[in-house]
């Protein structure tokens, strides 16, 4: 009991908790999870000699199919199931995600309950039993439903570590300002957020959509990109200090279909996994997708005014800025405003001199990197 009001203050006490109850109830794994219902997706997955293939397995492929969940999810708070009172031999030995994925990994035998359901989360404990092993008994039962009302506690007081919170990882706020086109993904492509810039991009071209609350990609770089993010989640699974691997940027380079008719055109995805803190190697709340767009039609223009602003650049000055991000050379910008080529170059001189640069290719990055560049 005090391990687990231990855990409620210090998340990677939780380890320690589910360490001490699979070996005082003899179980061969210990599991809880939770399902964001907002994007209908299993957002936490924690518990005691969890298999890591295994797990994954569940997350990304097997949970969508397990019987006992299902079941679990009509029943009322703190209603066990015992899969051996429901599914006879029979039904499991021609099940799927018992021939395919329980049995392999070891285990048979599961007795589950849903601790809390609010509006947004799901959150559901099991035990399971190795195969060969017996189901839990009577002892074992009334020991864990003495535990139960303080495990449903622990988890109410923690609700908001359960479900997907883009708030947790990335401010909502942020990401809303950036300019640059960004999606909050899960690992399977639900949705999480999608910001204006986003919501724009994906107003103005047919190479990217959102289908039913899910990323949808033209064929092959779908498939490609779904197999990167579950190898990514792979990798960080389990891993107290991140790969540098999972953390750096993916990118892809996704073309139209080249046909009649078709018009040329090519969309830029740089894509990296969002971790949560790891908590003593211990699974916990999974990583989202970070997805950001370029789109060379409809790329936000270099902001010359916060230039002027910054730097105090007279009217004409911030004019001859404005000219070289749109890339015209010095004879091009005197021809533009109709001046003389040594006025612009004057301009210029003074323009590198009040913002520390010393050629056009500098100027152009520091315009670049402007903070109007990034916000709205």
């Known amino acids: 009991m005090h391990l687990l009001y231990d855990a409620v203050v210090e998340p990677a006490g939780w380890s320690a908790f589910f360490d001490s109850l699979g070996t005082a109830i003899d179980a061969g794994t210990v599991h809880m999870l939770a399902i964001d219902k907002t994007y209908d997706s299993l957002s936490y997955s924690d518990g005691f000699n969890l298999p890591a293939e295994g797990e994954l397995a569940y997350i990304q492929r097997y949970g969508s199919i397990d019987p006992r969940m299902a079941l679990m999810r009509t029943r009322r708070p703190a209603e066990w199931i015992h899969c051996h009172e429901v599914f006879d031999e029979a039904f499991v030995a021609r099940d799927p995600f018992y021939q395919e994925f329980l049995i392999p990994v070891g285990r048979r035998f599961v007795s589950g309950c849903k601790l809390v359901e609010t509006d947004t989360v799901c959150v559901i404990f099991s035990v399971l039993r190795n195969v060969g092993d017996q189901p839990l008994g009577a002892s074992e039962i009334a020991f864990l439903d003495r535990l139960l009302p303080h495990l449903t506690r622990a988890v109410r007081m923690r609700i908001q570590h359960y479900t997907f919170s883009t708030k947790a990882l990335v401010g909502h706020a942020l990401v809303n300002k950036l300019r640059q086109p960004v999606l909050l993904l899960t690992t399977e492509s639900h949705v999480v957020l999608a910001n204006e810039a986003a919501t724009r991009l994906l ?32 990798l960080a699974r389990g891993e107290i200090e991140v790969p540098d691997e999972v953390t750096g940027y993916r990118s892809m380079a996704i073309a139209s279909p080249r046909g009649a008719g078709q018009t040329d055109e090519t969309l830029y995805a740089f894509f990296t996994l969002l971790v949560p803190p790891k908590v003593g190697g211990a699974f916990g709340l999974r990583p989202l997708v970070l997805l950001l767009f370029y789109h060379p039609e409809s790329a936000p223009p270099v902001d010359s005014d916060l230039l002027g602003a910054a730097f105090n650049l007279t009217p004409a000055e911030s004019r001859v800025s404005r000219s070289i991000a749109q890339g015209l050379s010095p004879k091009e910008i005197a021809a533009q405003h109709g001046i003389q080529y040594e006025t612009v170059r004057k301009h210029l001189q003074s323009i590198y001199r009040k913002t520390a640069t010393n050629r056009q290719s500098e100027l152009m990055k520091l315009m670049l990197h402007l903070p109007i560049n990034a916000f709205e």
């Open 203 to 234: 107003a103005s071209t047919a190479l990217v959509r959102i289908v039913e609350g899910r990323l949808d990609l033209p064929v092959g770089y779908q498939a490609r990109f779904r197999d990167e993010c579950a190898r990514l989640e792979g």
